[in-house]
């Protein structure tokens, strides 16, 4: 059986003095969409902070096989995981373009005209190519914060909070493209979710957070389907 390509065992993190990760252990397969729930303050985000090496932390983590344990968010970065926060963070005054090239920052040698190959996915985008990113609607920015991250060919994507404040029209079409990159280049997924309904669609695998514990794990499928433990973790 092949090793995760991403693993995390007994990681706890804290800002300051206050602890928001109780050993947290998971696991993302190759090519795998892995799902992280719980309720507010539960220490999903903290978990991405965690992988992505801007949070204080202990424990291990692991990518392809080596170790994280001290990287900083540039390696990381290299190493081939990209992270999407919530809220964005794309630059309002550049355009779709230059917030595009700025995504390749990772990547040694040329990658002039790529942000076309990009582009092709979310065609909404492709239309406002030379606008400034501050003109764009939020799905919009959600969109380009997204295929700013796919400039950097990361082998893992961690996505915070996709689906925050947008439409369902454009909540659909951003798992959509989702979808499609996973099926199509087996692009690995680690998706924080607040909507545990459609998160549970889009992953094969479930990781429930309680008070920065791991609660619940197993196929997205079975949790999908238990009332009682959606009743008591995911509040629906």
């Known amino acids: 059986m092949a090793p995760p390509l991403l693993e995390l065992e007994g990681v706890e993190a804290q800002y300051g003095a206050i602890k928001a990760l109780h050993g947290v252990s998971l696991a993302v397969g190759e090519g795998d969409v892995v799902a992280l729930l719980g309720a507010n303050g539960a220490g999903k985000t903290t978990t991405l902070r965690a992988v992505s090496g801007t949070v204080r932390r202990t424990g291990q983590i692991s990518f392809a096989g080596r170790p994280l344990d001290r990287s900083t968010p540039e390696a990381v970065a290299r190493a081939g995981i990209a992270h999407v926060p919530e809220g964005r963070g794309t630059f309002g005054e550049l355009t779709v373009r230059e917030n595009l090239r700025l995504g390749a920052w990772t990547r040694r040698g040329r990658v002039r005209g790529e942000e076309d190959s990009v582009l092709a996915r979310f065609p909404a985008l492709a239309d406002r190519a030379r606008q400034p990113a501050g003109t764009l609607s939020g799905g919009e920015q959600q969109m380009l914060a997204l295929a700013r991250a796919l400039m950097a060919r990361p082998r893992l994507l961690m996505l915070d909070e996709p689906s925050l ?18 099926e199509e280049e ?15 669609e889009a992953a094969s695998t479930a990781y429930v957070l309680e008070t920065g514990r791991v609660a619940v794990q197993g196929p997205a499928g079975e949790l999908r389907a238990d009332e009682s433990l959606r009743r008591s973790y995911l509040g629906y």
């Not at 087996?186 to 549970?200: P, S």
């Open 165 to 182: 404040g947008l439409a369902p029209l454009v909540v659909a079409s951003i798992f959509t493209i989702l979808r499609g990159l996973n």
């Open 186 to 200: 087996g692009l690995a997924v680690l998706l924080v979710e607040q909507n545990a309904t459609l998160a549970l």
